[in-house]
């Protein structure tokens, strides 16, 4: 009997409780029974016959719904039957993604795929900015840099792809967030059973009608066609050659590339095969790419067959979802719809009975919050950079739209509350089989979900703000012009892209205002972001690099660093400028590969190590000395050891000694270990679930980023010092261990996020305080350590903050020169060390009254001016005397300048304008003006009219309606900028005073 037979037997007694409603010999009966059936459901069925042989089908038969509603009502001690227990036993309920996912993965085990988890959604890959394809893990193993660990495997991999990010929604099929179940050769099996095996999962193991599927192979390829229609039994009527663009995949210009085949599941078979479109999507969905990565692109175009050829697949598992739930699109099956009902819930709308807009909007809600939760759990925080600006484009996007929905606050009757994290929790709730982890981050996910939303949430009333400020613009203009009013395309996008306001609220408002917007210009500017977004993100670069024959001849490189900083070498490779050479002389800088090292090269935050490599003098050769100054992991574990050649030849082959400078080592161990003590102590004091978030070790100082909302406070900042310090003072001995990372988890040890480990991982332990994942170079024992301090705490992004130290001889030269600079200053101030406080703060106290008496003084100044200069007024207006005054007033600056317009509109009098303007220094320039409440009440507001005063002087500014100041930097335009303002505001009041 197979054993998950056996499992699934007792999982059944456990659902049904036969004990409770079967007679004891039925029972051991059907014990007996189960050994003897081919499948789990015909056992099942035969089983359950036995109990109510008068409702059940027979064995040969589908157990229907009803039926199993019957069973469930049969006896009141019958518990539910589970999900699985339904899935496997009925062919007419749908397939939950859960099980796709499992069945997947279960099938290519069977034929001796290893199973592999996900990688993050953060790539260790420079030329990508997030995961956006299965392969991407194996590209160092596809490329040749990285021997294979095993010869096939497969995975279901978490993926982010925003370049299609406007097509979410209101396609069926595109989303931010997916899931690739793949499975990969590395030189092992290729087409034939990649297409026999993808055939059999599709048919038998998820049961899809053969007709129904359709097969696309590049048109060259013979092989391929000839597979699937001699050896598979496809039509010829359902297989389409198709050309390079659809069926011909490639990396880049250059690099590996090869044919690619597809499977498309056929909505419609009804439709017939003449004329039919693949790229039919109201017909067809392809839902399974076979890559058969077979050749090596050279830069001239042509083709070379690779040493090593691979097989790279990729099944969508939403799509799949969709064709055996046979639901309408993929946002509607069990991994996505959940969520969206969520949404519905708190929308206050009924997904089935509301218009298609709102359906959309749900939609895209719905698998945005997927992207969100999951980048958020695999450590990327919302910023204006990078990754951090695609998770807070993301959220922003579904924020807005739930305001489209009327989503406002949260279900408690919170108005100013966030629904953001009411989504994540259902989302978290789908996870366990995704990625486990996402629970354990459950708390840091709607934390930050929370603060983001709430913070946007202002800058989208901003927005709010600025668009009624640009409408306001727009229609004054068109006044002034006498033209139809518009606003800017620019304007509108900048409103979607920075503040994040929906270009259909601007629509709309814009129209309610009588203001048409130019969307070709709007267009444009989405249009080239949208291309930038594509370039950037779209494609896994496999490039071929230069010296790439150097480095396939060239073995991984010993380390010897933990044990030694001294050893003997073989120089195995050098590369000049890039290139590979056999001879280097003095003066050149060099890149030296050795088959073993003592230099650590820079990775898990810690910089490389610097030192010598010498040939020593022979007959025939010269003392040759490169000084060492960085060291970098390239593909695979090659060092490549970059310097000055100082003295004499080198050349591949030549044996060197290699010497680490010892100092610079123990710098390096010194903040190395400080990192994570200081990691530890973060822990204790503001959380367990802060977390590392990047880190640099470097002989001069150490710096550790890592996730928390707030700035830390000072009492925070000293207890977390202290911690450390007190941890270094109990001279605790270090353990390294090299463990299965399995066994290294399940002991509690820390993984940095963002590094890859293999099967085999270093463990570092300081007993009782910290235990992490590092292949860094740390003391051996904490009172090496020696002191700690921290010299900055500060924000680096939003949720990340960073903390820079010194330990060790850096802890010792930064104490020092901080008492040099305590002594300097006891002898300026001529007072003790612990007098030095209280005689600045008197420092500051006359430096304060100083500058408040020559303000004081300044504003005087100004007044007096001003009372001059009021003999310049001139009256505008008829029915109506207005004071109108307009006077550059030289170089008052900008406090003495608001004075004096305060006592002219006070000493003129109601009705009374002013416009003041002075260059207070070298390309600046003060502007300021004044209006009493008549002027106001005419609709003449001076924070709208300095404005454009102020743009002519290379600057801008505004205020209330009665007083407002700006500045410039072009003090050359101050006096036509003053007399624009004299005339603008002659013309104002004129009309409105007339």
Same mark, same amino acid.
């Given at each position: 009997m197979p054993p998950i037979f056996h499992i699934r037997f007792l999982h059944f007694h456990h659902q049904l409780q036969l004990q409770d409603i079967v007679p004891n010999a039925i029972f051991q009966f059907l014990l007996n029974l189960h050994a003897g059936f081919r499948n789990y459901r015909d056992f099942i069925v035969q089983s359950l016959s036995?109990?109510?042989?008068?409702?059940?089908?027979?064995? #040969?038969?589908?157990?229907?719904?009803?039926?199993?509603?019957? +069973?469930?009502? =049969?006896? =009141?001690?019958?518990?539910?039957? !589970?999900?699985?227990?339904?899935?496997?036993?009925? /062919?007419?309920?749908?397939?939950?993604?859960?099980?796709?996912?499992r069945r997947f993965l279960e099938f290519y085990a069977a034929r001796g795929h290893k199973i592999l988890p996900s990688s993050s959604l953060v790539p260790d890959d420079p030329t990508v900015l997030l995961t956006i394809a299965g392969m991407l893990q194996f590209k160092p193993v596809f490329l040749g840099k990285v021997p294979r660990q095993v010869p096939c495997a497969t995975t279901s991999q978490k993926c982010i792809r925003t370049n299609d990010i406007e097509n979410v929604g209101r396609t069926s099929r595109h989303h931010t967030f997916f899931e690739m179940l793949g499975n990969f050769s590395f030189g092992d099996y290729f087409k034939k059973e990649a297409i026999k095996w993808a055939w059999e999962l599709s048919t038998i193991e998820y049961g899809l009608t053969a007709e129904n599927l359709w097969i696309s192979v590049y048109e060259h390829d013979e092989e391929t066609y000839a597979i699937w229609h001699d050896e598979i039994g496809v039509p010829a009527n359902r297989i389409k050659k198709m050309g390079e663009e659809d069926n011909f995949w490639t990396s880049g210009l250059t690099g590996p590339c090869g044919p690619c085949s597809e499977i498309y599941y056929d909505f419609h078979p009804n439709r017939g095969h003449s004329d039919a479109d693949l790229n039919d999507d109201t017909r067809f969905i392809e839902f399974y790419n076979l890559v058969f990565m077979q050749f090596n692109k050279k830069d001239d175009g042509s083709l070379e067959p690779l040493k090593q050829k691979n097989i790279d697949t990729g099944m969508g598992l939403e799509r799949m979802a969709r064709i055996l739930q046979k639901v309408p699109n993929n946002y509607e099956t069990d991994l996505i719809f959940p969520i969206i009902e969520k949404v519905s819930e708190l929308a206050n709308?009924?997904?089935?009975?509301?218009? %298609?807009?709102? $359906?959309?909007?749900?939609?895209? +809600?719905?698998?945005?919050? $997927? =992207?969100?939760?999951?980048?958020?759990?695999?450590?990327?925080?919302?910023? #204006?950079?990078? *990754?951090?600006?695609?998770? *807070? @484009?993301?959220? &922003?996007?579904?924020?807005? !739209?739930?305001r489209l929905l009327g989503i406002r606050g949260d279900e408690k009757g919170n108005?100013?509350?966030?629904?953001?994290?009411?989504? =994540?929790?259902?989302?978290? %709730?789908?996870?366990?089989?995704?990625?486990?982890?996402v629970k354990t981050r459950k708390a840091r996910i709607l934390e930050e979900l929370k603060r983001e939303e709430l913070r946007f949430v202002v800058t989208l009333e901003r927005g709010e703000k600025l668009l009624d400020e640009m409408l306001d613009e727009a229609l004054e203009n068109a006044k002034l012009n006498k033209t139809a009013p518009c606003l800017s395309g620019k304007i509108a996008f900048l409103l979607y892209d920075t503040y994040g306001f929906p270009v259909e609220? !601007?629509?709309?408002?814009? %129209?309610? &205002?009588?203001?048409?917007? %130019?969307?070709?210009?709007?267009?444009?500017?989405?249009? +080239? /972001? @949208? @291309?930038q977004s594509q370039a950037a993100h779209n494609t896994v670069k496999l490039m071929v690099e230069n010296g790439s024959e150097l480095t396939e001849n060239v073995p991984d490189t010993e380390f010897l660093g933990y044990d030694t900083l001294y050893s003997k070498a073989v120089i195995k490779g050098l590369l000049l400028s890039g290139k590979p050479v056999v001879e280097v002389s003095k003066g050149s800088e060099v890149e030296v590969l050795l088959d073993r090292t003592p230099f650590y090269a820079e990775s898990g935050g810690q910089i490389g190590d610097r030192g010598l490599l010498k040939v020593t003098e022979t007959e025939s050769r010269k003392t040759a000395v490169v000084e060492i100054a960085d060291v970098q992991k390239s593909l695979g574990n090659i060092y490549v050891h970059k310097g000055m050649i100082k003295e004499g030849t080198i050349t591949v082959g030549r044996e060197v000694e290699a010497a680490v400078d010892a100092k610079l080592r123990q710098r390096a161990k010194v903040h190395h270990t400080a990192t994570h003590l200081l990691q530890a102590a973060l822990k204790k004091v503001i959380g367990e679930e802060t977390s590392q978030a990047g880190s640099l070790v470097a002989f001069e100082r150490l710096r550790f980023d890592f996730n928390f909302h707030r700035q830390l406070v000072d009492h925070e900042l000293t207890k977390i010092e202290g911690l450390v310090n007190e941890w270094i003072g109990e001279a605790t001995p270090l353990e390294t261990e090299v463990m299965p990372i399995a066994d290294a988890k399940n002991a509690g040890a820390i993984a940095m996020f963002g590094e890859k480990y293999g099967e085999e991982v270093r463990v570092v332990n300081v007993p009782g305080v910290s235990m992490e994942l590092c292949g860094g170079t740390h003391v051996s024992n904490t009172s090496e350590i020696r002191g700690f301090k921290i010299i900055s705490e500060q924000g680096i992004a939003s949720g990340i903050r960073r903390i820079e130290a010194v330990a060790g001889d850096a802890f010792i030269e930064y104490v020092s020169d901080r008492d040099n600079y305590m002594k300097q200053l006891c002898s300026t101030l001529k007072v003790k060390a612990e007098e030095v406080p209280s005689r600045?703060?008197?420092?500051?106290?006359?430096? @304060?009254?100083?500058?408040?008496?020559?303000?004081?003084?300044?504003?005087? !100044?100004?007044v007096y001016k001003a009372s001059v200069i009021a003999n310049n007024v001139f009256h505008v207006g008829t029915s109506t005397q207005i004071r109108v005054l307009v006077e550059f007033m030289d170089d008052t600056d900008a406090d003495s300048l608001k004075s004096a317009a305060e006592y002219l509109v006070d000493a003129l009098g109601d009705p009374s304008a002013i416009i003041l303007g002075s260059s207070p220094g070298e390309e600046k320039v003060s502007l300021v003006a004044a209006f009493s409440p008549s002027v106001v009440?005419?609709?003449? /507001?001076?924070?709208k009219f300095i404005g454009p005063i102020a743009k002519m002087c290379g600057g801008g500014g505004g205020g209330r309606a009665n007083f407002a100041q700006a500045g410039g930097r072009k003090p050359e335009n101050l006096s036509s900028a003053l007399e624009k303002a004299r005339t603008d505001l002659v013309s104002a009041l004129s009309e409105k005073a007339s």
């Open positions: 036995l109990i109510y042989p008068t409702r059940l089908p027979s064995r #040969n038969s589908r157990i229907k719904r009803r039926d199993l509603h019957f +069973i469930r009502n =049969a006896s =009141a001690s019958v518990q539910p039957l !589970t999900e699985d227990l339904v899935e496997e036993t009925s /062919q007419d309920l749908p397939m939950s993604g859960n099980s796709i996912r709308v009924s997904y089935a009975l509301t218009d %298609d807009s709102s $359906r959309t909007k749900l939609k895209v +809600i719905g698998d945005h919050m $997927r =992207a969100i939760v999951y980048l958020i759990s695999d450590g990327v925080f919302p910023s #204006n950079i990078g *990754r951090g600006y695609v998770v *807070r @484009r993301l959220i &922003r996007r579904a924020v807005r !739209t739930g108005i100013e509350g966030a629904f953001l994290p009411i989504v =994540a929790e259902k989302v978290i %709730d789908l996870s366990s089989e995704i990625d486990p982890d609220i !601007t629509m709309e408002e814009a %129209d309610e &205002r009588g203001v048409s917007i %130019d969307m070709s210009d709007f267009d444009a500017e989405m249009e +080239i /972001q @949208r @291309r600045v703060a008197a420092v500051m106290e006359e430096l @304060r009254m100083a500058k408040n008496e020559v303000s004081a003084a300044r504003a005087k !100044t100004a009440s005419m609709g003449i /507001q001076a924070g």
